[in-house]
Nanobody, 118 residues
Framework: QVHLVESGGGLVQPGGSLRLSCAAP???????????LAWYRQAPGKEREFVAR???????EYSDSAKGRFTISRDNSRKRVYLQLNSLIPEDTAVYYC?????????WGQGTQVTVSA
């Protein structure tokens, strides 16, 4: 499993942007590279939901709510995955979690809070 640490959350006004970052500081680079990385989110009172995923080959997938507004990317040399959030709306308010899925199973970070409010 991979130890993951998210950062970059905060309070932003509707229409604003944030960039979330997820680092795997203890991972061996080759191990990190073997993982598919994803972002999920969980709003108060709701189940955790998929937001975006990126493979080692950098093929990206998005939820319908994320398409056109969010961009996932990864930097294998830095062992990081990013989620650029643009055109944020109040419904995007949630705790955002980083996920790494690899040969030995899945790992989760502790989450970072994103609040979209005027």
């Amino acid at each position: 499993q991979v130890h993951l640490v998210e950062s970059g959350g905060g309070l932003v006004q509707p229409g604003g942007s944030l960039r979330l970052s997820c680092a795997a500081p203890r991972a061996i680079t080759s191990v990190f590279n073997s993982h598919t990385l994803a972002w999920y989110r969980q709003a108060p009172g709701k189940e955790r939901e998929f937001v975006a995923r990126i493979s080692n080959g950098k093929n990206a997938e998005y939820s319908d709510s994320a398409k056109g507004r969010f961009t996932i990317s990864r930097d294998n040399s830095r062992k990081r995955v990013y989620l650029q959030l643009n055109s944020l709306i109040p419904e995007d308010t949630a705790v955002y979690y980083c996920n790494a899925d690899g040969p030995r199973g899945a790992s989760w970070g502790q989450g970072t809070q994103v609040t979209v409010s005027a």
